[in-house]
């Protein structure tokens, strides 16, 4: 098991407890005694000991020696204690291409919210393309300050698809077409179904929180501190 996953493992299992989990949420505001902790949450002080030993032990907390009263210690957090229980961030790609369908709703304000968000590229795509972009999309783009333009053609993946573009597929069928070349999946129920705006209003929210949290994971080289090669 690679180091990183081990230490995200031990820091889950030691917050998993309540009162482990308490103690954790004071020490985000600052550091503390053990007696400090004790009165906060109304715990005896063997218990506070205890916690505070499996804390340790997981390196989440560590103890700092009062400069004044050299027998008194802080708990402190480690300061990357919360990075360390998120997932590692994604290889930044050239490209990102979303793909649905139609590439007339879906995937269409997936590159639309990606490009008000990322400074990654992104284009959209489709399996069997439409005509046209679908008006609820444009509409419900334009609600939310995010523009798609009304009279860009669809365009199939096979036209698009680059060998290093991150594919995400944001339907089933897409997703199940494509059969292993995309990169992620997005189950996200086609909005034109319905075809009301509160579709493409649920829609356009799940869209746009799925896009945020790969965004915040998936950044340019320049952004991660490494030197682009070639």
Not at 90 to 114: H, K
Not at 206 to 213: E, M, N
């Amino acid at each position: 098991m690679p180091a990183e996953l081990k230490r995200r493992a031990a820091v889950f299992a030691a917050l998993a407890e309540p009162n482990r989990l308490r103690i954790v949420d004071l020490l985000t505001l600052g550091d503390l005694s053990s007696s400090e902790i004790e009165l906060l949450l109304k715990l005896r002080s063997n218990l506070v000991a205890h916690h505070l030993k499996v804390l340790e032990k997981a390196a989440i907390v560590t103890r700092i020696r009062s400069e004044f009263d050299r027998r008194r210690s802080y708990i402190t957090l480690h300061d990357e204690v919360f990075d360390t229980l998120m997932p590692s961030d994604i290889d930044a790609p050239g490209r990102v291409v979303f793909v649905c369908t139609a590439n007339s709703a879906r995937s269409q304000l997936a590159e639309a919210i990606w490009r008000d968000t990322s400074p990654i590229p992104a284009v959209s795509a489709g399996v069997l393309p439409s005509d046209s972009v679908n008006p609820g999309a444009v509409a419900v783009a334009a609600r939310h300050g995010v523009r798609i333009d009304e009279g860009k053609r669809p365009q199939h993946v096979d036209e698009v698809l680059d060998p290093h573009d991150f594919v995400v597929t944001v339907c089933d069928s897409a997703h199940e077409q494509l059969v292993g070349r995309d990169d992620l999946h997005w189950s996200i129920p086609d909005p034109a179904t319905a075809g009301t705006p509160e579709a493409f209003d649920s829609a356009f929210a799940t869209i746009a929180r799925r896009v945020r949290g790969l965004s915040a994971r998936i950044r340019p080289l320049s952004e991660r501190g490494a030197v682009p090669t070639g």
